[in-house]
Nanobody, 113 residues
Framework: VQLQAFGGGSVQAGGSLRLSCVAS?????MGWYRRAPGKQRELVAG???????NYEEAVKGRFIISMDNGKNMVDLQMNNLKPADTAIYFC???????????WGQGTLVTVSS
């Protein structure tokens, strides 16, 4: 599975950005992780093909993850962005058979106050 991420950029606090990621195959789960300066990489949001989602506590109510099964694409709509959301965001895909995870290239999100 190869992943290609789109989106990211710079925005002022309170603004919105959208990240998209396209998978070459059909992963069972997809999601977005982020690594903020000086911090470990953490899960931001994940989604399964059945539509089940999970979110990191700090983004609940602000971020929305969605999956287009037909296009093997996952989107992350990020609203009411905060400076604390500044990080490199990574798309992730997981295939149950074999238990293999795949990573896309990181995309930088910068939120200024």
């Amino acid at each position: 599975v190869q992943l290609q991420a789109f989106g990211g950029g710079s925005v002022q606090a309170g603004g919105s950005l959208r990240l998209s990621c396209v998978a070459s195959g059909m992963p069972d789960e997809m999601g977005w992780y982020r690594r903020a300066p000086g911090k470990q990489r953490e899960l931001v949001a994940g989604i399964r093909r059945d539509g089940t989602t999970n979110y990191e506590e700090a983004v609940k109510g602000r971020f929305i993850i969605s999956m287009d099964n037909g296009k093997n694409m996952v989107d992350l709509q990020m609203n009411n962005l905060k400076p604390a959301d500044t990080a490199i965001y990574f798309c992730n895909a997981f295939v149950y058979e074999g238990g293999i995870g795949y990573w896309g290239q990181g995309t930088l999100v910068t939120v200024s106050s």
